[in-house]
């Protein structure tokens, strides 16, 4: 029957806005509820995971997971009813996520072994990043993501130079260093490296020869100004997205092209008059 | 009688000048005696929590501390006094800490064991941030503070972000790493992740799998090259900050440029006298 | 015969072109198999300063390691045959990494003992830097190296000074921490003095004695804020980079007004003609 | 006789430009002989602090110490001979050095007690900066001062506010956290709460108890991101003071004022044409 199919579609469409967008008030009662529950279940999570909650209250955590997982799974079945294009959406990052969410709860119950999975529930958290996309910080996510594809090329070659350095210089103390220093492998040597490169220093394997001491003041020193590089490159990459809104989006009237610098009164390509409200001064000439 | 209230309200007058001011050198002494008492009163309450001087020197810090708090008291009162609003002023930030600097040693007068409210005395160094209000770091406040506000966006996020990987990467490790390694629950695990992100590295819990070394070494570099983040964008910032504090925003009514420095009065470019308000004094001549 | 010397010429300028460029497919395909192959060495190296492995798979190593020595002694002999100048290359920073790369694995055929000369086989990574200098590295690495070229003086005397400092206040711990503390010499108590200036904070060595933490503190203060030294000259630097990357500094004939674009042709202010070589395309009309 | 006075001023003169001036050939061979003998007497200053090497070589230490002590207090006499006014040299900078890095000697030779003074040699050190003074490094040293000079107030504000944070979280730690996490005092809590906001990290005290990790999680954050602060303001200030460059130090021919941007054609006080080869167009109408 024809009078069914707008209802249907409208239902279809208000479940949309509800679920999808974040206008209207029951939207944002509805992303309101969504956050707490997924803090509730990463929360219970991690309590979870300290066994003397485990064992008091296991069984209400337990309760309470299969809760959110049901809630979660309508939740995910709504979404995929109400979208026109389910299986894009089940591809998307979000609609991955969605699933890794409900699927482990679902899964132990099939496999009791699969308690490990457990864990992937924390990827709930990353529902989060959806609601804040829906908020205000699209501007700023994107200068941030700019800054770094146009920095990644210098990042990535300071972070494989860096490596070579720590591979040379940590199997050095590898050969030096006596068996109680703990440097037992070049890996393990590699991994001594780049806690001290990074300025962690956790003290598990520690230097004890004068000369792996001196090789290790050599990479701290590196690892300690070196840092600039990464830090330099990207406070200029930031900068200069910052300042693209010097540049007016209009176009030149003369070729059309668009890059102008906001205090440009000619195009820098053709030599035409880019004020078009006033006239230009050398055609009195 | 009428000739006694301007002598009151001279009194109160004189006492506000004295105590909110610092333009008189009476207000100076004042001033000075304030955060020398503040630093000894801060002083105490540190060296009283050492054992040995505590036994040794302990009814001496007792009278000291007494004496401080009776003067503080007498100095809140009369705060009050000489305000026609005093509530307003209770309420504000410095009033809070004024009197949360003298409550507890009342307190611990009539319950004897109130004696953490003790710590609740290093506030007092709080106070300290009214005395460097009155002095020149009022421009430098504003600037950090504008900068800070203005980036605070992108560091949220970056922080956000920066927490949902140590979360995964983390509860990975509390998975893979065997019990005396010390990865006991995920909240442990997550110390732990910070500890090693921050590049604090204390070493009271550490790897011992190559695979948990191996995730660590991920972690570490992600945190000792994504401090970029942060660091790029309030840079950026701050030196948005310094060149709009140089530059004004105005158009030359001439050529319509922009980019003057504020103590420009002539357009650079051609020469047009910028103030609009007044005339140009050439136009005399 | 001349017919021969053709082919030969023909020979040596193929294999050239196959192992020095790399824009036929044949020559990105020799790079890929060299990558791989310097990975596999690199590799098995690590793995091999693994005690169990070593002792299972000890022979294997063995063998892999003497095939891709044979492949790489082969490649070098082919590069110096293909060049007119093989003593230049020989000299230059890739041609003695090449021979370091396979020298390592005949010598301990020689000297048995020569048994640490197999770690100056990881020296075989340093050929990765060609292949990613075939790559678009180029403007990255220069842009790198420039700014760190144009900030390398302030750098070394922020190091000098840096070193300065901790040499000093290094020994005063020295002198005042007792024996268990750690510092045995003044040279480890600059060791510790640079592990705690960096940040890295192993915690082998830490101070115990209330003036040795004080002491402690400010080295810490300093080296968690001096790091701006370095990093604000290098952003400073490689913006200054980015900028001339972009902008000309030629003045424009019209107006002589600089800070014009690369790219522009017309002056953005009066609109003249930049490029005095050539002629003003408007002219025609 | 008269004839004596010119030589003698001659040889002061001579002795003045050799130690005092770099210029010449005999001075430069004179630097250097200093900085060889600074490092050796540095050197030999920390090798004697080594056990085993003051028992060997004990005596040879002591031998060329007494050496250099020698010549340096020859070359301090022949600074103070060939100088005008020696006191003003002595109060100097330079001249308290040059006196604090012989003088330790000689007085264990009166009070052999006076063992610990023997570090203070390592002041001589600080002789090595004379040297640098002389080199090309001023520029880099003003441009360096510069910045830390105009960003020192927000730096300090900087610090002040993080001890401030550091003093009341850690004065928490000592309340909650149990005595054998080592958090025995508030002083010894501060320094625990330095040495974890500076991100070093010893591992010598750590948090036991949830709630102290998780304030310490706190620290720490605050620590890695706030460190963006100093580094921001500095490297705005050492890009302003490389961009200073863009000053011209021509002065206007109308008011004589200074401090006019390169790209300015008419003075931004008076509106007087700058550029004194040509005409100023507004000439024309």
Redesign the interface.
Known sequence: MPSMKPAKVGLRTRLFQLIFESDTPAAKAFDVVLVILIFLS?GI??LN???EYHQQYGNYFFYIEWFITVIFTVELALRIYCLDKPLLYLKSFYGVIDVLSVLPTWLVLLFPGAH?LI?VR??R??R?FRV?DMM??E???R??LD??LRSR???M????TVL?LV??FS??L??IEPAEAGF?????A??WG???????????I?PIT?LG??I??AI??T???I??????????????A?RAERYSDEACPGCGRHH??????????????L?EETA?P?ARE
Chains 1, 2, 3, 4 share one sequence.
């Open positions: 990463v999570v991690m995971s300290i066994a490990t864990v924390l990827l958290a990353l989060l804040l205000t910080i501007g700023e996510k200068l941030l800054a770094l090329h210098q990042i070659l300071f972070l494989f070579m591979t040379i199997s050095i590898y050969l037992s492998s070049i890996p393990t590699i991994y780049i806690v001290t490169l990074t300025t962690v220093g956790y003290g598990d520690t004068p001491q001196f290790s003041v701290m020193l690892g300690y100004s840092i600039a590089l990464p830090v330099g490159v990207f406070s200029a990459e930031v900068i200069r910052l102008h610098e906001r205090d440009a009164r000619y195009c820098k390509f053709c030599g035409t008059w004020d230009d050398r």
